[in-house]
């Protein structure tokens, strides 16, 4: 099975590097990343359920669309690009901000990432690739947030953090 490097950045996002994905996840280097949050015309927010066969965060619900770019490849291209293959969607992206994280994930493996966030509207359901996402599900702003509060441990850490700028931003 072929395995995808991930570009390893600066705190600025400078590459510094490359290394295979899994590799960086162990040694728990920092690396540009991607989250795209899509939202319908109501508000609502699609959200996936990641495949139970991820070797990292599997079943966890997350944003609709989570990766990394390929060396040589824009961020943007690379989110387009994932939320084509993970979910079947072609919308416009925009960007939104960026966030440097780190955790501690399950199987020993630390997430570091540089995160570029980028949203879009779409109201159709997704067309689900069944190798990346087990389900996925709309939902609203608030219950969202009651959930993550009350049940944060079905969520990515990844999510937990992204999701706040976007509550806290659409609450203004």
Not at 1 to 14: G, K, P, R, S, T
């Amino acid at each position: 099975m072929f395995e995808e490097n991930v570009i390893l950045v600066d705190n600025n996002d400078n590459q510094v590097g490359l290394m295979p994905k899994l590799e960086a996840h162990q040694k728990g280097l920092l690396h540009r990343a991607f989250s795209v949050f899509i939202f319908n015309s109501k508000y609502e927010l699609l959200l996936q359920k990641r495949a139970s066969s991820k070797y990292h965060s599997a079943g966890l619900w997350t944003n609709t669309c989570c990766s990394h770019p390929r060396e040589g490849e824009k961020t943007l291209d690379a989110a387009n690009r994932r939320l084509i293959e993970e979910m079947g969607i072609q919308t416009s992206l925009r960007k939104v901000h960026d966030f440097i994280y780190r955790a501690e994930l399950d199987n020993d493996l630390t997430e570091y990432e540089f995160d570029h966030v980028f949203y879009g509207i779409y109201n159709e359901d997704p067309v689900i690739n069944k190798d990346e996402v087990d389900d996925f599900k709309w939902i609203d702003m608030d219950s969202l947030n009651e959930d993550i509060r009350t049940n944060g441990n079905n969520y990515t850490v990844w999510f937990k953090i992204a999701f706040k700028y976007f509550y806290n931003y659409l609450k203004k």
